[in-house]
């Protein structure tokens, strides 16, 4: 594997696609799945400015089967044709399952796999480095995202990233943390930028690209993929207020109401993604259970946030 190529691939919008499934009984849509990924790609999504996250957490991993979530990722990746890199999501509580998800993702094309530290179980750094390691050995030509996901598992350390960054398919490192006068975001983004392609999970755009980070996490490109695409122009063109005030009139008006729905209805992730996807006309579903499905209840809410953000093509209610 071309480490510096991969690395330059992961570069851009990095864009999570929910995985569709059809009513009512929940079972994997790949046709719709794929028709999400044309309206990104037809709408200036490329290799330039955007990755394909496949069976991450808004495309339901968690409660999708072994063989659900490789027919997703071959789904992506098929209809991505080459012309957006396509990750995999892997997480998982089983190394034995990791490396298998690992070889699956490289035989269907993927060029990367997401890993983040086994939940449930309070696992240790070295728990971890572990782990990965068998990853990058069961796929040496895949590139590996590691994923910070400090508030379900152990979180990744300063000197964890030092020892991870040794291993030749690590290349990408999907970065949040816990605020604190430490400054550890802007340490590790700092520092590890030119090793590293680092995703900002954080949505502090302006500050990370100034410090070197050259990806970022954009669950808007699911309804909006113009916006995503200009933020990519403005980092690249270095307007850092530009970005900062886009992620406050269009982002925050979003991510608000996904946390008013976090603390007062349901849990999980993707499904104000896809009820942003179908006001605007694309085919969309629920999030599997225990996910609770939000289509009715906050229909109309998110319709005003979108016409308000200046979403295009919004349907009239």
């Known amino acids: 594997m071309d480490r510096n190529r991969a690395k330059q691939r992961l570069e851009g919008c990095y864009i999570t696609v929910p995985t569709m499934f059809r009513d009512p009984d929940l079972e994997v849509d790949p046709g719709a799945t794929r028709q999400a990924v044309r309206f990104l790609i037809e709408r200036g999504i490329n290799a330039d400015n955007g990755t394909l996250l496949a069976g991450g957490a808004a495309g339901d991993f968690s409660t999708m089967t072994f063989d659900e979530r ?56 070295e728990d971890f480095y572990a782990y990965v390691v068998k990853a990058a050995e069961a796929a040496p030509d895949i590139g590996i995202i590691v994923y910070n996901t400090y508030w379900t598992s152990a979180a990744v350390s300063f000197g964890l990233v030092e020892r991870l960054v040794e291993i030749p398919n690590v ?11 430490a400054m550890e975001f802007e340490d590790v983004v700092s520092t590890f930028a030119g090793e590293l392609t680092i995703i900002d999970n954080h949505l502090m755009f302006a500050q990370s690209a100034m410090l070197g980070a050259t990806a970022f996490e954009v669950h808007l490109c699911n309804y909006w993929p113009e916006w995503g695409a200009d933020l990519i122009a403005n980092v690249k063109a270095q307007r850092w207020k530009e970005i900062q005030l886009s ?7 979003f991510y608000k109401l996904w946390v008013e729905i976090e603390k007062t209805f349901t849990s999980g992730d993707g499904y104000l993604d896809k009820l942003c996807m179908e006001l605007i006309g694309l085919p ?9 499905d939000i ?6 809410r998110c319709r005003q946030m979108m016409i308000a953000t200046g979403v295009p093509g919004v349907i009239p209610a």
Do not use: N
């Open 284 to 292: 969309s579903s629920r999030c599997r259970p225990p996910t609770r």
């Open 247 to 253: 992620l406050v009139r269009e982002a925050m008006p």
């Open 295 to 300: 289509r009715e209840g906050y229909r109309e």
């Open 171 to 181: 290349v990408g490192l999907k970065w949040a943390c816990p605020r604190t006068d």
């Open 70 to 125: 490789v027919a997703v990722v071959g789904a992506v990746v098929e209809e991505a044709a080459g012309r957006v890199p396509v990750a995999m999501g892997a997480q998982t509580t089983s190394t034995r399952e990791l490396t298998r998800l690992a070889r699956a993702a490289e035989q269907a094309g993927a060029e990367f796999i997401q890993v983040s530290c086994p939940f449930y179980f309070q696992h240790t750094e």
